[in-house]
T-cell receptor
């Protein structure tokens, strides 16, 4: 079946603009994660959704970052008033049981460049 | 808090030789441990995981990893490296009772020379 998909694959924006990044998880996966991969660094957790539970937002770096997940499926990560330090690859992942035992499946990422 | 350390930014090995990519972790409880690989311009791919049981875990593409609780390590190994194994490798951990999201190491670039 189809894997995790993300759009757009690349996004170039100007400082101060808002951007929306989309993630389509694997069908039936209840858990969805957003991570950020900055150049030369590892992956940084941003936010986690599990079913209808309140999301774990503990990784969001500032209140300019927000995310929602509609209908338990598609998720959108929004960055308001983008800054140059927001430039990174944003990765989405999903898993079938909240990640307790099963691995997370990652999408190809959205490369965000803030000029 | 949980953390992962990958002490080597890069590992170089000749094709056909054994390879080891090191990982140590810190969690307050019992760990779930994972290895992922990232090829250029592609997302992360799952290689293997340790949940419980046998300390030696076998995964995709001939890779294996050994869980060592006393040394809090989970080193990735392969008996005979291939040029196609050249990629960026990430170790990740989560505490059994903690946050569901993974904590990743900074990554180790594996370069296999022909």
């Amino acid at each position: 079946g189809a894997g995790v998909s993300q759009s757009p694959s690349n996004k170039v924006t100007e400082k101060g603009k808002d951007v929306e990044l989309r993630c389509d998880p694997i069908s039936g996966h209840t858990a969805l994660y957003w991570y950020r991969q900055s150049l030369g660094q590892g992956l940084e957790f941003l936010i986690y959704f599990q079913g209808n539970s309140a999301p774990d937002k503990s990784g969001l770096p500032s209140d300019r970052f927000s995310a929602e997940r509609t209908g338990g499926s598609v998720s959108t990560l929004t960055i308001q008033r983008t800054q140059q330090e927001d430039s990174a690859v944003y990765l989405c992942a999903s898993s079938s049981d909240g990640g307790t035992y099963n691995e997370q499946f990652f999408g190809p990422g959205t490369r965000l460049t803030v000029l | 808090a949980q953390s992962v350390a990958q002490p080597e930014d890069q590992v170089n090995v000749a094709e056909g030789n054994p390879l080891t990519v090191k990982c140590t972790y810190s969690v307050s409880g019992n760990p779930y441990l994972f290895w992922y690989v990232q090829y250029p311009n592609r997302g992360l791919q799952f290689l293997l995981k340790y949940i419980t049981g046998d300390n030696l875990v076998k995964g995709s593409y001939g890779f294996e990893a050994e869980f060592n609780k006393s040394q809090t390590s989970f080193h990735l190994k392969k008996p005979s490296a291939l040029v196609s194994d050249s990629a960026l490798y990430f170790c990740a951990v989560r505490d059994v009772t903690g946050r569901r999201a993974l904590t990743f190491g900074s990554g180790t670039r594996l370069q296999v020379q022909p």
